[in-house]
């Protein structure tokens, strides 16, 4: 089973509860891990028989930027739905979106939420 990964993609986006984090915004990061038969399908070097990294990320930003949520739980199902939507090639698609200020007591680089999905 082979794999396209995508990772540290960064967006300005403005989901969150607390007021701030809607009106000012935050940079998030997004990884995205793609599992299909490359191995299988992709023997001819034929563009049809693949999935476009340049898709995938187009994907992610149009959805990323043009909708707002209180939970990044939602962010990342979302996302991960309109993927697994758009591409019926992938088998399973894994994604992880980090948010970087986060505005909670304590010591810590960051939070990462992940999700992941098939078709299957």
């Known amino acids: 089973m082979g794999k396209i990964q995508i ?3 960064r967006f300005y986006t403005y989901n969150g509860v607390f007021s701030e984090e809607k009106t000012l915004g935050q940079q998030i990061s997004i990884d995205v891990t793609v599992h299909y ?3 299988g399908k ?3 070097d034929d563009l ?3 999935i476009s990294y340049a898709d995938v ?3 992610i930003q149009e959805f990323v930027t043009h ?3 209180n939970l990044m739980e939602s962010v990342a199902n979302g996302t991960l739905a309109v993927l697994l939507e758009k591409l019926p090639k992938a ?3 894994e994604l992880s979106v980090k948010k970087y200020s986060v505005p909670i007591a304590g010591v810590f680089d960051d939070v990462i939420i992940t999700v992941e999905g098939s078709h299957a």
Do not use: L, P, S
Request: without cysteine; glycine residues 0%; negative net charge.
């Open 57 to 59: 990320y187009d994907i």
């Open 91 to 93: 088998e399973r698609i």
């Open 7 to 9: 990772t540290n993609m």
């Open 67 to 69: 909708h707002q949520f």
């Open 48 to 50: 049809t028989t693949t």
């Open 37 to 39: 038969d490359i191995e």
């Open 42 to 44: 992709v023997k001819d």
